[in-house]
Nanobody, 121 residues
Framework: QVQLVESGGGLVQAGDSLRLSCVAS????????MGWFRQAPGKEREFVAG????????QYADSVKGRFTISRDNAKSTVYLQLNKLIPEDTAVYSC??????????????WGQGTQVTVSS
């Protein structure tokens, strides 16, 4: 059974930083692309960042480019999202997801429960 468990969310002020972590189990982590998504109240879930299986390629939503960084540690089956220069519009539940294959695509097969990030102005 695949499990993705996020942590690291919290309440911060605008301009602060956070690092989210997602620990995976029950899958061949090192062979899968990993991604982060977010969903704000009343809005659809949106793609934030993705990283391929060997960390050679990453993709970001335009809204977070230059502020967020995705990384992974295959030895620890963990994917990270560093959030810098946070703004109130970043407030959302952040979830990690495992891709269907090794490269970033539109196919995400497993999801975590999410961790809340709240940014106050």
């Amino acid at each position: 059974q695949v499990q993705l468990v996020e942590s690291g969310g919290g309440l911060v002020q605008a301009g602060d930083s956070l690092r989210l972590s997602c620990v995976a189990s029950g899958l061949s982590f090192s062979n899968r692309a990993m991604g982060w998504f977010r969903q704000a109240p009343g809005k659809e879930r949106e793609f934030v960042a993705g990283i391929n299986w060997v960390s050679l390629r990453a993709q970001y939503a335009d809204s977070v480019k230059g502020r967020f960084t995705i990384s992974r540690d295959n030895a620890k089956s963990t994917v990270y999202l560093q959030l810098n220069k946070l703004i109130p519009e970043d407030t959302a539940v952040y979830s990690c997801a495992a891709g269907a294959g090794g490269d970033i695509s539109r196919l995400w097969t497993s999801w975590g429960q999410g961790t809340q990030v709240t940014v106050s102005s």
